[in-house]
C-alpha cells in the first residue's frame, strides 16, 4: 500500500542531489549542473564544512599546474552561478555549502544513524523510495574520494535497512518489513546478514516456504559466487525451524513420502 511522507527538506532553500546524476532543488525548482561544475559541486557537498580552495583544486584538476587548476575551479564555480545555482559559497581561502543548504545524501544518513543507534521515531519506519540508488552515488565516477563515500553509505544503509525490517516485523508489518530486507539484498546480494532478516520477516509471517525458497537461494549463491556455505549459525538458526531437510542441502535427510515403507 502507498503511503505518503511528508518532505524531508522543509527547513531548506536548496538540495542538492548526489544520488544518480548531480541536480539542485532550488526556490521550487530543479537545476541540472553544467558538466564542467559537477565534481567541484559534489566534492565540496560531500566534505560537509569549508574545503581549502588549493586542496579542492588540487584534488579535482591533479594533472596540470596549480595555477591552472586554480583556474578551473574559479571556471566552474562562475559556470554553476551563470546556471542560476546558487548553493556554494567561497571567499580567498575556501569554499562550503551556503547555510540552508542540504544534500539527499545528508537527509538519508540521518535517517540511518536514527535507525541504527534506536532513536528512529514512528515516522522514520518506511522503506525510503531512494534505497535503490544507493550504489548509484555519483554513478560512473571513479575518483578516490567518490569510491570511499559511495562504500561508507552503502555499508551504512545495509545497516539502518536490516534494523528496519526487524523494527518492522516486530511492529507486526510483516510485508515492509519484507521489502526492507529485499532491498538489503538487492544492494549487496551476497550479504548473509540481509538474507537472514528476509527469511525471518517471512517465518514471522508465517509464509514458511517463502522463507525456505530465500534460504535455499542464499545457499546456492554463496555456494556459486563464494564456493562456501552460509554460516554455521544461520544453518543451526534454519535448521532449528523445522523447515525440512532439503533446507540443509542434505536429501539422504528428506522424510519420506506418506506410504512409502
Not at 545524501?105 to 535517517?111: A, R, S
Request: charged content about 25%; proline content about 4%; aromatic content about 8%.
Amino acid at each position: 500500500m502507498a503511503m505518503a511522507y511528508a518532505d524531508p527538506y522543509p527547513a531548506s532553500d536548496a538540495v542538492v542531489h548526489l544520488l544518480g546524476n548531480p541536480s539542485v532543488m532550488q526556490d521550487g525548482r530543479l537545476y541540472l549542473v553544467p558538466e564542467g561544475c559537477k565534481r567541484l559541486l559534489a566534492f565540496v557537498a560531500l566534505q560537509r564544512g569549508r574545503v581549502d580552495r588549493r586542496h579542492a583544486a588540487g584534488s579535482l584538476w591533479p594533472d596540470g599546474t596549480d595555477n591552472r587548476a586554480s583556474g578551473n575551479l574559479r571556471s566552474a564555480l562562475w559556470r554553476l552561478r551563470g546556471a542560476g545555482i546558487v548553493v556554494l559559497e567561497s571567499d580567498k581561502c575556501s569554499i562550503f555549502l551556503r547555510d540552508r543548504t542540504t544534500t539527499d545524501l545528508d537527509t538519508l544518513c540521518e535517517w540511518a544513524d536514527r535507525l541504527i543507534d534506536g532513536t528512529a521515531s514512528e515516522a522514520d519506519l518506511h522503506v525510503p523510495e531512494w534505497t535503490s540508488s544507493v550504489a548509484e552515488l555519483l554513478p560512473g565516477w571513479y575518483d578516490e574520494w567518490v569510491i570511499f563515500e559511495r562504500e561508507r553509505i552503502r555499508q551504512r544503509m545495509l545497516h539502518a535497512l536490516e534494523v528496519l525490517s526487524r523494527s518492522l516485523r516486530t511492529a507486526g508489518r510483516y510485508g515492509e518489513a519484507i521489502d526492507a530486507a529485499m532491498d538489503a539484498v538487492a544492494v549487496e546480494p551476497l550479504r548473509e546478514s540481509a538474507h537472514r532478516v528476509l527469511v525471518e520477516a517471512h517465518v514471522a509471517e508465517g509464509n514458511f516456504i517463502e522463507a525456505r525458497r530465500s534460504y535455499v537461494r542464499y545457499r546456492d549463491i554463496a555456494r556459486r559466487e563464494l564456493g562456501v556455505e552460509p554460516s554455521a549459525a544461520f544453518r543451526a538458526w534454519a535448521a532449528s525451524l523445522t523447515l525440512g531437510a532439503e533446507l540443509q542441502g542434505n536429501p539422504q535427510c528428506r522424510a519420506p513420502k506418506r506410504g512409502g515403507r
